[in-house]
């Protein structure tokens, strides 16, 4: 237990030694509408390809192999790959597209929108 809360640690400690940078990321891929296409076509607001094209070069940078392919036509996937071995190695999976912004059920708005330091949008957290 105490290698995974160190683990916790060292990874909060290293986000908030890069909060500008993460923020600024965040509200970078925020402000790209990735709305998935059975919610709403419109090429206008579905654009996971764009925040693709964010992401894969600062992957890259950080010394990750990347590729795409296209899932579906015009939905594409993005991966990364860095180099482990046997003893240790790591898989993030995630996901671009999101749901349309708008009122929802409970009739609380989705927000999408990055100011001083915070993010609030249902791309960015979840909540029920």
């Not at 105490?2 to 925020?30: H, N």
């Not at 795409?68 to 190695?89: H, I, T």
């Amino acid at each position: 237990m105490a290698d995974k809360q160190s683990a916790i640690a060292a990874v909060l400690a290293e986000i908030e030694a890069e909060r500008d940078w993460v923020v600024g990321l965040t509200r970078d891929m925020v402000r790209i509408p990735s709305v998935n296409p059975k919610f709403q076509a419109d090429p206008a607001i579905n654009r996971e390809a764009d925040v693709q094209a964010l992401l894969a070069p600062i992957l890259r940078d950080e010394g990750f192999a990347t590729e795409q392919w296209d899932a579906l036509p015009g939905r594409p996937n993005l991966v990364a790959e860095r180099a482990g071995s046997e003893e240790r190695s790591l898989i993030l999976c995630g996901h671009i597209d999101v749901v349309p912004v708008g009122a929802r059920p409970n009739g609380r708005s989705i927000p999408s929108a990055a100011t001083s330091g915070t993010v609030a949008s249902m791309a960015a957290a979840r909540s029920t």
